[in-house]
């Protein structure tokens, strides 16, 4: 039985690309991913670690409530869901040039959601070495998960996606 799910959402861009990456940290004995449209929910159970990929192109790419939303059609199931065996950690791709003030706002609402939860959260990540104005993915100098930024500072991801995957790895005593 793997230990780890990595759920990402979308495809055939950045997201899926740090989705690889932060894959590649694990040993594949233990990690299974999937795009959010290729897993069932009913599958969750099995796993101890849950992580999350998305990322910020707008509010009303999260917090619209159409059927067609992967993220709101995935939270919505976990939902009711006894997830107090289960721990959650997210990253979320954004642009701190671009989007200065909305900077990986998404992992704002990726915490709102699994908050909401019983499940466990875990894979803060600090503030420190990026540039930007505002987030609401941010709090007291840390960001709720793994901020990375394809567009501005992709020589960076693979750094950033060892060293905050080894946290996990401790944390979870993997
Ligand atoms: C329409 C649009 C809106 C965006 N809004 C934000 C934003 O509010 N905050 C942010 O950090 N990045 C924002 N971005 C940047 C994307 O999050 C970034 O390019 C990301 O790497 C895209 O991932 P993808 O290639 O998987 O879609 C936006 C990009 C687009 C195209």
Redesign the pocket.
Known sequence: MKKVVLLYW?KG????KAANTIYQQFDPEIIDIFPLDNFNVENLDQYKLVILGG????AENWQDATNDNMWNNFLRKIENKDLSKLTFAAFG????V??PN????GLGFFNEEISKTNAKVIGKWPTEGYSFTDSEGEENGMFYGLALD??TEPELTAERAKKWTDELKKEMGF
């Open positions: 979308g861009g950045n997201v899926e990322s910020t192109v707008g791709l954004g642009n701190q671009l989007y909305h900077f990986v706002d394809e567009d």
